[in-house]
């Protein structure tokens, strides 16, 4: 029975990380229609109220979109990587939160995705080393 449980899940995972591939081959073709309106998008993209895996957690989820990088066939920036997980996981039922923050000295912009007011995909000490312009 554990078996077919690990199998399952293992499942699972490669179906999200084949979900966050595509997602990152969208998002390459989206920023071509420029940043306003893949801003656009990303604001109004919603938490759906099903849970399809509810086995899989936020940390599954991120996983998955670091393991889709892995093999893109290009390095993807923090914006591209955060949009993807953002958008999983609002899919998977969970309310992430898109944050794109700057620091002025040296200039230098990122995004990461917060959840519950946890950042889940990169390094905590983020939320004060960076000045938040939005959070979609």
């Known amino acids: 029975m554990l078996t077919v449980r690990r199998a399952r899940r293992a499942a699972q995972l ?54 889709a990088c892995v093999w893109y066939f290009k390095r993807a920036a923090c914006l591209q990587r955060s949009a993807i997980a953002t958008w999983l996981l609002r899919r998977h039922g969970l309310a992430a939160e898109l944050v794109i923050g700057c620091r ?9 995705v917060e959840l519950d007011g946890r950042v889940v995909n990169d390094r905590p000490q983020y939320q004060k080393v960076f000045t938040v312009l939005d959070r979609l």
């Open 14 to 67: 490669f179906v999200v990380a084949a979900h966050a591939w595509l997602g990152l081959v969208a998002f390459d073709l989206a920023r071509l229609a420029g940043f306003s309106r893949l801003h656009a998008r990303l604001k109004h993209l919603r938490t759906s109220t099903r849970r399809g895996t509810a086995a899989l957690t936020g940390a599954d989820v991120v996983w998955a979109v670091d393991e």
């Open 104 to 112: 002025p000295l040296p200039f230098e912009s990122h995004a990461w």
